[in-house]
């Protein structure tokens, strides 16, 4: 069968990485072809993902391999931009969000800009009892005047610095205020009870501070390539996620060389480990990937690589499944 028309056409500014001089993003446009193809699959793109096409599985048992290997549960939902396919495994399970929410908050910080609600340049200050565990960017900055609001989403999400995430959290109004703004979003699933650090406890069976694999990827398509941000604050969002420091041995080792990846990751106790992303294959839609793991034993490299492993496959089953259409 014919590929579909986004799948032959260069994907342009919704589904594209475009230069952003103010986050230093220097990256290049692909060429945008064939509009009335590609306006018909943005719209469905767009959709809500009850009325897209149906799921598929992940093989099985490659999934339950990788679960073995670490002792883990693990959750999976690759959602194709091109047509709302998703292909998943515990897709509806619920899996501690860890730092993964940080992608979220900004997001929500990004809507209120675009409402005149909030300005990416307001500073804040850092004082230092606002300081909690593992804050790389915000502790130098405690007698300096602080962050513009901007600088602490680079931080959050670049090196998931967190008490810049407790600080976008207080300018959102806290978790609460967070958790309503995914409701808004369609996004019933989705909640944040607490802040950094306590949000990484991540004891089985807590619902504080979860997801789904399905819910996230639906939120991240509506934020990163549908309209729920203005076209400025998606390429500021996909700009942080590009300059992602802390993922390397994730779903980026996974990659092919001529893909390109904006993702977050997270990590907390019972073994929890994450990473969620929006992936850019040559010529064609973006895909938006969740993986969470939580319930594992096995040293943080060996979670590290199974993570690597569910990317490596969802490569070689999104790849065979275009090439079968």
Not at 25 to 49: D, E, M
Not at 78 to 83: G, K, R, S
Not at 147 to 163: R, V
Not at 177 to 191: E, K, N, P, Q
Request: aromatic content about 4%; some cysteine; overall charge negative.
């Amino acid at each position: 069968m014919p590929s579909s028309p986004q799948r032959l056409c260069g994907a342009d500014h919704r589904s594209s990485p475009l230069h952003s001089s103010s986050l230093a993003v220097k990256l290049a446009v692909r060429p945008s072809r064939c509009w009335k193809q590609w306006l018909a699959a943005a719209a469905l793109a767009c959709l809500p993902l009850g009325a897209q096409a149906a799921d598929k599985p992940l093989s099985a048992s490659a999934i339950q391999d990788i679960e073995s290997e670490v002792g883990a549960r693990i959750g999976v939902t690759v959602l194709d931009t091109a047509d709302g396919t998703r292909f998943s495994w515990r897709g509806n399970e619920r899996f501690p969000m860890s730092s993964t929410f940080k992608v979220l908050a900004c997001g929500h910080l990004l809507s209120r800009v675009d409402e005149g609600q909030e300005s990416l340049s307001r500073k804040v200050a850092i004082r230092p009892a606002d300081l909690v565990t593992y804050s790389p960017i915000t502790e130098n900055h405690t007698q300096d005047g602080g962050l513009t609001l901007e600088a602490l989403c680079h931080a959050t999400i670049t090196t998931s610095d967190n008490t810049a995430g407790n600080l976008i959290l207080d300018t959102l109004g806290g978790p609460a205020a967070l958790t309503a703004y995914l409701r808004r979003l369609d996004d019933d699933s989705t909640r944040l009870d607490r802040r950094e650090t306590a949000l990484n406890e991540a004891t089985p069976g807590d619902p504080r501070d979860t997801t789904t694999p399905h819910a996230m990827a639906a939120t991240l398509q509506r934020l990163l390539v549908g309209d729920a941000l203005s076209e400025p604050s998606r390429l500021a969002l996909q700009g942080w996620m590009l300059a992602n420091t802390t993922g390397d041995d994730k779903l980026r080792a996974a990659l092919p060389d001529d893909w390109q990846i904006a993702d977050k990751t997270g990590g907390g106790g019972y073994g929890t480990n994450n990473d969620v992303a929006i992936l850019w294959p040559p010529l064609r839609a973006p895909l938006i990937v969740a993986v969470y793991l939580t319930e594992s034993e096995a040293e943080l490299a060996a979670r590290n690589a199974a993570i690597a492993d569910v990317g490596r496959l969802l490569v070689k089953e999104v790849l065979e499944d275009e090439a079968s259409r």
